[in-house]
């Protein structure tokens, strides 16, 4: 098959990747135009797609915009832009942005995104000629500039801002901007000090990102009924909810009537961190419409361990350093879709651990799927005290005695998916595999990725020993280095095992 007898699907699907790799930069998007070249058809298949984001970048340096608008007013058609790109290395929006949207540009009516990035460069460079930073904050030349934006985008339906800073006009510009799609998707990233200590953007938002910064007081202004998903990294403790409520109340009841994603990345410097909330205000938070939680780090005394949810709550994702999974136990008898835990700690064999994956994961436990994931530096606790029946999942990423994995593994007679790096071959008899009894029969699924580990025969052995110990499976993933041998094994005992040719085998590379 050539390039010529390519099913149009297909090669829409290879131009469509191609397209969407240059979508932020005005020189890869224009070495993407060589793709109309090549025939008739490659053109008229692909003039679309290229056509389908404007971009325009500002360089405060030579003082010029790189831009494709020009290409597409000559070559396709403003309806097919469905996607706009501003792109500035200055906090300031310059004047030339006018030129672009301007009355004789036909208005993009079909463009239903935009995505505005400000990336100041860390020193101011040395400008041909000298800006009057006084008039480009000139708040009615914002409010035009913003005013042509909106006028030749009525129909945007998602807005994406990046990095605006609060101290110069492009936040006033975001401002005035965002207000125009006040009932549409606002999605806002970059750091908290980027927002104004006003809630003129704050009351359009939907969404919002950021690195957290806790000098000032700007998070009663982010609060808004409109925020529907918020993600926040370097949160550096739980005082965050104070400061969404008013730390002044006895009883503080926090509410994100609207919001239906919740994202929170706790710091891990210790000793570094600030102090949890004030013990003498009982912060409540409520979280009606919240469909997806996840935590990384997130303290014992968290309110959030408290927060009255719904039955729309349906994913929750906890992840921990420090062997503390205490989060997951707040949803854990509630009857949602998914709830994952992944831990890095070095704790996982400790007491602490296991009572409260046993409380977790116990028969109490309402989730439908729910998953363990051992990071790196974890280990499997002693399968003694462990009690977990509603796990569904099980996730070994740290080298592990091949008979500590067949212990827990007996333990889990709901488990259906077993994941595995690297497996440490100890105390292994070559006679179990001839006298191979059921470990379990639950499992369907199994995935061993051990891709850049040397190859160790007593790995495969190991591989062929679950092959003939759990009857049940229907999957069996592995890397190339086994194929071989596996092959001639599951070849030579079918006859006695049929099942073994019921299985699909994937290869890992």
Same mark, same amino acid.
């Given at each position: 098959?050539?390039?010529?007898?390519?099913?149009?699907?297909?090669?829409?699907? &290879?131009?469509?990747?191609?397209?969407?790799?240059?979508?932020?930069?005005?020189?890869?998007?224009?070495?993407?135009?060589?793709?109309?070249?090549?025939?008739?058809?490659?053109?008229?298949?692909?003039?679309?797609?290229?056509?389908?984001?404007?971009?325009?970048?500002?360089?405060?340096?030579?003082?010029?915009?790189?831009?494709?608008?020009?290409?597409?007013?000559?070559?396709?058609?403003?309806?097919?832009?469905?996607?706009?790109?501003?792109?500035?290395?200055?906090?300031?929006? #310059?004047?030339?942005?006018?030129?672009?949207?301007?009355?004789? &540009?036909?208005?993009?009516?079909?463009?239903?995104?935009?995505?505005?990035?400000?990336?100041?460069?860390?020193?101011?460079?040395?400008?041909?000629?000298?800006?009057?930073?006084?008039?480009?904050?000139?708040?009615?030349?914002?409010?035009?500039?913003?005013?042509?934006?909106?006028?030749?985008?009525?129909?945007?339906?998602?807005?994406?801002?990046?990095?605006?800073?609060?101290?110069?006009?492009?936040?006033?510009?975001?401002?005035?901007?965002?207000?125009?799609?006040?009932?549409?998707?606002?999605?806002?990233?970059?750091?908290?000090?980027?927002?104004?200590?006003? #809630?003129?953007?704050?009351?359009?938002?939907?969404?919002?990102?950021?690195?957290?910064?806790?000098?000032?007081?700007?998070?009663?202004?982010?609060?808004?009924?409109?925020?529907?998903?918020?993600?926040?990294?370097?949160?550096?403790?739980?005082?965050?909810?104070?400061?969404?409520?008013?730390?002044?109340?006895?009883?503080?009841?926090?509410?994100?009537?609207?919001?239906?994603?919740?994202?929170?990345?706790?710091?891990?410097?210790?000793?570094?961190?600030?102090? !949890?909330?004030?013990?003498?205000?009982?912060?409540?938070?409520?979280?009606?419409?919240?469909?997806?939680?996840?935590?990384?780090?997130?303290?014992?005394?968290?309110?959030?361990?408290?927060?009255?949810?719904?039955?729309?709550?349906?994913?929750?994702?906890?992840?921990?350093?420090?062997?503390?999974?205490?989060?997951?136990?707040?949803?854990?008898?509630?009857?949602?879709?998914?709830?994952?835990?992944?831990?890095?700690?070095?704790?996982?064999?400790?007491?602490?651990?296991?009572?409260?994956?046993?409380?977790?994961?116990?028969?109490?436990?309402?989730?439908?799927?729910?998953?363990?994931?051992?990071?790196?530096?974890?280990?499997?606790?002693?399968?003694?005290?462990?009690?977990?029946?509603?796990?569904?999942?099980?996730?070994?990423?740290?080298?592990?005695?091949?008979?500590? &994995?067949?212990?827990?593994?007996?333990?889990?007679?709901?488990?259906?998916?077993?994941?595995?790096?690297? !497996?440490?071959?100890?105390?292994?008899?070559?006679?179990?595999?001839?006298?191979?009894?059921?470990?379990?029969?639950?499992?369907?699924?199994?995935?061993?990725?051990?891709?850049?580990?040397?190859?160790?025969?007593?790995?495969?052995?190991?591989?062929?020993?679950?092959?003939?110990?759990?009857?049940?499976?229907?999957?069996?993933?592995?890397?190339?280095?086994?194929?071989?041998?596996?092959?001639?094994?599951?070849?030579?005992?079918?006859?006695?095992?049929?099942?073994?040719?019921?299985?699909?085998?994937?290869?890992?590379?």
């Amino acid at each position: 098959m050539t390039t010529r007898t390519l099913p149009d699907d297909v090669l829409l699907k &290879v131009l469509e990747y191609a397209t969407v790799l240059s979508v932020h930069n005005v020189n890869n998007w224009k070495s993407m135009t060589q793709l109309t070249a090549v025939c008739a058809r490659w053109r008229y298949l692909g003039l679309p797609l290229l056509c389908r984001t404007a971009i325009l970048v500002y360089d405060v340096s030579s003082e010029t915009w790189q831009t494709n608008v020009r290409f597409i007013q000559a070559f396709g058609d403003a309806r097919w832009v469905k996607r706009v790109v501003l792109k500035s290395n200055s906090d300031l929006v #310059p004047d030339g942005l006018m030129e672009h949207f301007g009355t004789d &540009v036909t208005p993009w009516v079909s463009a239903r995104a935009l995505r505005i990035i400000f990336e100041p460069q860390p020193t101011s460079p040395t400008l041909n000629n000298p800006i009057d930073t006084a008039e480009l904050h000139n708040e009615d030349r914002i409010a035009a500039l913003a005013g042509t934006v909106v006028k030749c985008m009525p129909n945007v339906a998602r807005m994406h801002v990046v990095g605006a800073n609060a101290s110069s006009g492009s936040h006033a510009f975001v401002n005035a901007v965002s207000r125009a799609y006040a009932n549409q998707y606002v999605l806002f990233e970059g750091s908290l000090s980027a927002l104004a200590p006003t #809630p003129t953007l704050s009351s359009t938002l939907t969404a919002l990102s950021v690195d957290f910064n806790c000098s000032g007081t700007l998070l009663p202004h982010i609060c808004s009924e409109s925020l529907r998903y918020l993600h926040m990294t370097e949160v550096p403790s739980d005082d965050i909810w104070q400061k969404f409520g008013c730390a002044d109340l006895a009883d503080t009841d926090i509410w994100f009537n609207d919001l239906e994603r919740l994202t929170l990345v706790y710091q891990t410097k210790g000793a570094d961190r600030s102090p !949890i909330i004030n013990s003498e205000i009982d912060v409540q938070i409520h979280l009606p419409q919240l469909r997806q939680l996840s935590v990384e780090n997130c303290p014992a005394d968290s309110p959030l361990l408290r927060a009255k949810t719904s039955s729309m709550l349906k994913y929750v994702h906890i992840t921990d350093r420090s062997g503390k999974i205490e989060p997951a136990a707040m949803v854990s008898g509630q009857s949602i879709d998914t709830l994952a835990i992944t831990t890095y700690s070095s704790q996982t064999t400790s007491e602490s651990f296991c009572q409260a994956t046993n409380r977790i994961f116990g028969a109490s436990c309402k989730a439908k799927a729910t998953s363990l994931t051992l990071g790196l530096s974890s280990q499997l606790p002693n399968a003694e005290h462990v009690n977990w029946p509603q796990l569904r999942k099980l996730s070994i990423f740290a080298e592990t005695p091949s008979d500590t &994995v067949i212990s827990l593994i007996k333990k889990l007679p709901n488990l259906a998916e077993l994941v595995m790096s690297s !497996i440490f071959i100890r105390g292994w008899i070559h006679g179990m595999l001839e006298n191979a009894s059921t470990i379990s029969t639950s499992i369907k699924m199994v995935y061993y990725g051990d891709i850049y580990a040397p190859a160790a025969e007593e790995t495969t052995t190991f591989l062929k020993y679950l092959l003939l110990a759990i009857p049940s499976l229907n999957e069996f993933a592995f890397s190339e280095k086994h194929l071989e041998s596996l092959y001639k094994f599951v070849k030579a005992n079918s006859a006695a095992h049929p099942q073994l040719l019921a299985i699909k085998y994937h290869i890992l590379c």
